[in-house]
């Protein structure tokens, strides 16, 4: 069983700069493919980004292209969200997921694709 936990939300102003964190432990983190996921208040969860377990492949959802940068340390069983020029409705709880199925090169873009979760850390946005 893979446990996840976030770090790194807070509160930022608009055009600023968080990082998150998300540490697994439990499993072959090597092997697991992750992604970024987040709910904002009133709305469904949505994929921001994913990382293949290979490191070779990741993906974005385009209201972030440009502006985050999904990456993984292995060696620390850390995967992490580089949030740049955060916009007020980037406002969400982001969750950190992973699955330990996939092609080594596959980025997953969809809830139903991970097999685990973390709880969640809250992000807020300020303009």
């Known amino acids: 069983q893979v446990q996840l936990i976030e770090s790194g939300g807070g509160s930022a102003a608009a055009g600023g700069s968080l990082r998150l964190s998300c540490v697994g432990s439990?499993?072959?983190?090597?092997?697991?493919?992750m992604g970024w996921f987040r709910r904002a208040p009133g709305k469904e969860r949505e994929w921001v980004a994913a990382?293949?377990?290979?490191?070779?492949?990741?993906d974005y959802a385009d209201s972030v292209k440009g502006r985050f940068t999904i990456s993984r340390d292995d060696a620390k069983n850390t995967m992490y969200l580089q949030m740049n020029s955060l916009k007020p409705e980037d406002t969400a709880v982001y969750y950190c997921?992973?699955?330990?199925?996939?092609?080594?090169?596959?980025?997953?873009?969809?809830?139903?694709?991970?097999?685990?979760w973390g709880q969640g850390t809250q992000v807020t946005v300020s303009s």
């Open positions: 990382i293949s377990w290979s490191g070779r492949s990741t």
């Open positions: 997921a992973a699955d330990s199925r996939a092609h080594p090169v596959s980025v997953l873009v969809t809830v139903t694709d991970y097999e685990y």
């Open positions: 439990g499993g072959t983190f090597r092997r697991l493919a």
